[in-house]
Antibody, heavy 121, light 108 residues
Framework: EVQLVESGGGLVQPGGSLRLCCAA?????????MHWVRQSPGRGPVWVSR????????WYADSVKGRFTISRDNAKNTVCLQMRSLRAADTAVYYC??????????????WGQGTTVTVSS | IVLTQSPATLSLSPGERATLSCRSS??????LAWYQQKPGQAPRLLIY???TRATGIPARFSGSGSGTDFTLTISSLEPEDIAVYYC???????????FGQGTKLEIK
């Protein structure tokens, strides 16, 4: 079964750090770009970051650039998001998702169940 | 790139046709996907490349459009189609991805 499972969410104080990870199974992980997408309560999804198949290229939303770092380990089939200098506005459910990297936009066809990050004092 | 979805809310009866719109602030060719999201669940891919149904998606869902104007059509509403629908684009300009604000579909 194709599956993505996030972990690492929790309650953290403003200015703190948290590391989210996503474990992939059931597919050839190294064939896919991996994303983090977040969603605050009552709001739509917001794209956060993407890493390419061999971890040589990363992209970030302006709102997290310089504070978040995406990484992957193809040997362990995991992608992680290191979050620093967290703000209340970072409070959200964080999803990992995969994308098949082609000229055609195949969309994000598999998503994890999400992990909740709450930034509050 | 900003994606603007309309209407914000759509209320229809079972069996009716639903037409959801997504307009891009810049030309994105056919690099558009549609998602369905139900409460407490992750988004589910419905349509990719503007008009191709994802695996396992019922034929009543269809997508069309190219350039800046896109449409998701549900030909005959089922009660289980109650959800929020989002469009998403991929572009070559940073940031490379964005979502629309969503259309909430209600069944009368």
């Amino acid at each position: 079964e194709v599956q993505l499972v996030e972990s690492g969410g929790g309650l953290v104080q403003p200015g703190g750090s948290l590391r989210l990870c996503c474990a992939a199974s059931g597919f050839t992980f190294s064939d896919y770009w991996m994303h983090w997408v977040r969603q605050s309560p009552g709001r739509g999804p917001v794209w956060v970051s993407r890493i390419n198949s061999d971890a040589t290229d990363t992209w970030y939303a302006d709102s997290v650039k310089g504070r978040f770092t995406i990484s992957r380990d193809n040997a362990k089939n995991t992608v992680c998001l290191q979050m620093r200098s967290l703000r209340a506005a970072d409070t959200a459910v964080y999803y990992c998702a995969r994308e098949l990297p082609r000229g055609v936009f195949y969309g994000m066809d598999v998503w994890g169940q999400g992990t909740t990050v709450t930034v509050s004092s | 790139i900003v994606l603007t979805q309309s209407p914000a809310t759509l209320s229809l009866s079972p069996g009716e046709r639903a037409t959801l719109s997504c307009r891009s602030s810049q030309i994105i060719d056919s690099h558009l996907a549609w998602y369905q999201q139900k409460p407490g669940q992750a988004p589910r891919l419905l349509i990719y490349d503007a008009s191709t149904r994802a695996t396992g998606i019922p034929a009543r869902f269809s997508g069309s459009g190219s350039g800046t104007d896109f449409t998701l059509t549900i030909s005959s509403l089922e009660p289980e189609d109650i959800a929020v629908y989002y469009c998403q684009q991929r572009s070559n300009w940073p940031p490379p991805y964005s979502f629309g604000q969503g259309t909430k579909l209600e069944i009368k």
